[in-house]
């Protein structure tokens, strides 16, 4: 049978379907490309992980994934609908980067992937994602995964990797593989598309709209709007360790995660330069509650407002207690598509700055490993960066 007779054909997500209508905007644009590696400390087999990253992609439909606009007849009507084709696996998903006579190889293996991160995807023909291994040292290399946002969000990337890790450890370890938990696209999709009209989904909305009845005004540290951007510019700064224990202590005696104390301390820092106590930051979230999607890696990514009051007579305790409050009810109500809350709240064509800056919080629980070498998760957006 034939690569395009075993080609499967599944809906798209409404994740997916914003994600294409940005990328047609700028269709040569690298600004959805996304990306990340897990720093392996200890001696990695080729071999085995060519053979675990196989099984996970063959396991993994969103990685063998492209779009493409589906005209069909309907009523005599024709009708256009986004949809996504899977393709058969590739006999070979991994390539091996060896950069162990480099003068610097973990500059070298920056400079290569920040390059990588620059290249843009074609939607309309796949695959949209790249594995490649980057070999810095006999018991050391970066195994870095790029991908378009239309067919895999941070959330899904971790399940995946996750999945690698562990096909590995079994293969090398001689053992019988855990089965999988993923399932079908279209299973993923069928949950989702229970949700409009739902009883869960009048709640959700009724929240959204009785938390936004009166808009806060716009926070920006500029005092001016910038214009439209395809392009991105990182500044990388890592906390000294004392400062980090004292947070992470901190969060634990509050009783609080670790993004509720982060959102905080942001908060404060928003106030203290712009004097605002009613602040709204948005937030990519993971858009999943359901078993399929939450156990699938697929695209599901929703951005959703988190609003933070924050006055001088609050004291850092009562915020973090506020926020974590807050962000609780955020998670509850995460499948409301920020995208139907900005035009609930006439908040269309450009106007959606009134939800605030952009605060990503992501927070790494489970160290994986591949054997007995433990692997460390980093992102990797597109862009240049400093440090």
């Known amino acids: 049978m034939s690569d395009a007779a075993r080609t499967l054909r599944r809906p798209v997500s409404a994740a997916q379907l914003g994600m294409w209508v940005a990328q047609q905007l700028q269709p040569d644009s690298p600004f959805y490309n996304c990306g990340a590696y897990l720093e392996i400390d200890g001696p990695i087999d080729t071999g085995v992980l060519h053979e675990a990253v196989r099984r996970a992609v063959d396991e993994t439909e969103a990685l063998r994934s492209h779009l493409t606009e589906d005209t069909g007849d309907t009523d005599h009507t024709e009708d256009t609908q986004l949809c996504q084709l899977v393709a ?4 070979t998903s991994l390539r091996v980067r060896d950069l162990r006579a480099a003068a610097a190889p973990e500059a070298a293996a920056h400079a290569w992937m920040n390059e990588e991160m620059l290249k843009p995807f074609d939607l309309g023909r796949g695959p949209l994602s790249e594995q490649t291994l980057l070999l810095l040292a006999d018991d050391r290399s970066f195994y870095f995964h790029r991908y378009h946002h239309a067919v895999l969000d941070a959330f899904g990337q971790s399940v995946y990797g996750a999945r690698v890790a ?11 593989p855990p089965a999988t938990g993923f399932a079908t696209l279209d299973r993923v999709i069928a949950e989702e598309a229970g949700y409009p009209g739902s009883r869960r989904y009048a709640q959700d909305r009724a929240y959204w709209l009785d938390l936004f009845e009166e ?15 395809h392009s991105s510019l990182r500044r990388i700064v890592t906390l ?6 004292r947070l992470t202590a901190l969060g634990g005696r509050l009783r609080a995660q670790w993004p509720a104390v982060a959102i905080a301390a942001t908060a404060v820092l928003y106030h203290r330069l712009t004097g605002r106590t009613d602040l709204t930051f948005s937030m990519p979230l993971a858009g999943r509650t359901g078993r399929v999607s939450l156990n699938t890696p697929s695209a599901m990514v929703n951005v ?4 933070v009051a924050a006055t001088p007579g609050t004291t850092f305790t009562e915020l973090v207690g506020s926020v974590s409050r807050s962000l609780a009810e955020v998670i509850r109500h995460q499948r409301f598509r920020g995208e139907e809350l900005v035009r609930e709240l ?9 939800l605030g800056p952009t605060l990503n919080v992501v927070a790494y629980v489970d160290e ?7 692997a460390t998760p980093t992102p990797c957006p597109p862009g240049p960066s400093t440090t």
């Not at 926070?219 to 214009?227: D, E, K, N, Y």
């Not at 000294?240 to 224990?245: G, V």
């Not at 006439?346 to 009134?354: D, K, P, T």
């Open 88 to 91: 058969p696996a590739e006999p």
């Open 166 to 176: 562990a096909l590995y450890t079994a293969l090398i370890t001689g053992t019988e």
């Open 215 to 229: 808009m806060p005004d716009p926070v920006a540290l500029a005092g001016r709007s910038a214009g439209s951007t």
């Open 240 to 245: 000294p360790t004392a400062l980090a224990d």
């Open 304 to 307: 959703l407002p988190i609003r």
């Open 346 to 354: 006439g908040l269309s064509g450009g106007r959606q700055a009134r």
């Open 368 to 374: 994986l490993l591949f054997g007995d070498s433990p």
